[in-house]
């Protein structure tokens, strides 16, 4: 589970500080989806960049899985990090290597037995339905296919969340929705978590259990979707 308390996050920059967080409180149970919505600008970037250890809040308590990351030495964050798998609107593919080396090169910085890469590469290339693309470069792929090498990347760490950045921001409708049924899939089957940020209410309609509404770093409004969108 993800739990955020009260995070705040400030950028000093030569025209002054800009409070981009503002006391921002969240928390996602194991096994669900959350969304975060807003405009560009909102803080949602900022506010995923804090969970996945790459900001510090400026105040407030980052937790995942009952550990608080404020408690942990600079080694357990580090090992803190395989439990957080991410996937981005740019995919963040190495271009000059092959499907099956994007997916194996993060596993061998993180330590994962040699034998054991090989099978992973095969299991997650599977369930993203990629197996025919193992040895393709990204170059040869449709922007879909990108993602689900990223999302078969980040699955293979075997983390226990995965955070999204506007993972579909990039592609076409159809597409869209191809890639959020596969986030449902493995969500339904490997009970991973899953918080996402996104400027698109049909990503949030289409999988989250609840939804945060996020405007000048601040949550505005939150509740289940079922709630948000039911007409009364
Ligand atoms: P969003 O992801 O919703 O578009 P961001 O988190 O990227 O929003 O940005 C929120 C605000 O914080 C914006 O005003 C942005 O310019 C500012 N900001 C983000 N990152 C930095 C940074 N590293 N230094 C200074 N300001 C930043
Ligand atoms: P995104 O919203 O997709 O993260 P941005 O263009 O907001 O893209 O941010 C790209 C990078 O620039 C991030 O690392 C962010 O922290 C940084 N950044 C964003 N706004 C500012 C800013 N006003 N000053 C300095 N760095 C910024």
Do not use: W
């Not at 909102?42 to 900001?55: D, M, P, Q």
């Not at 959020?180 to 899939?185: F, S």
Request: net charge negative.
């Amino acid at each position: 589970m993800i739990q955020l308390e009260n995070i705040s996050k400030k950028y000093t920059t030569k025209k002054g500080t800009i409070e981009a967080v503002k006391d921002v409180s969240l928390h996602v149970k194991k096994g669900e989806i959350h969304g975060v919505i807003g405009y560009s600008g909102a803080g949602k970037s900022t506010l995923i960049r804090c969970v996945n250890l790459l900001e510090a809040p400026t105040a407030g308590k980052v937790r995942l899985n009952d550990k608080e990351f404020t408690e942990l030495s600079k080694a357990q964050l580090l090992a803190e990090r395989k439990n957080i798998g991410m996937i981005f609107q740019g995919f963040n593919l190495l271009k000059t290597a092959t499907v099956g080396d994007n997916i194996a090169i993060p596993l061998k910085l993180i330590g994962v037995k040699p034998s054991d890469i090989a099978a992973r590469v095969d299991k997650y290339l599977e369930i993203v339905g990629l197996t025919d693309k193992k040895n393709a470069f990204p170059g040869q792929l449709s922007g879909g296919q990108k993602q689900r090498v990223a999302i078969a990347r980040a699955l293979a760490q075997e983390p226990d969340v995965l955070l999204s950045d506007e993972a579909t921001s990039a592609l076409d409708p159809e597409t869209t929705e191809s890639i959020l049924d596969l986030l449902l899939k493995i969500n339904a089957e490997f009970g991973i978590t899953i918080l996402l940020i996104t400027h698109e209410m049909q990503v949030i309609q289409r999988i989250c259990d609840h939804v945060y509404v996020m405007e000048a770093g601040e949550i505005v409004e939150d509740g289940p979707v079922i709630d948000l969108f039911s007409q009364p």
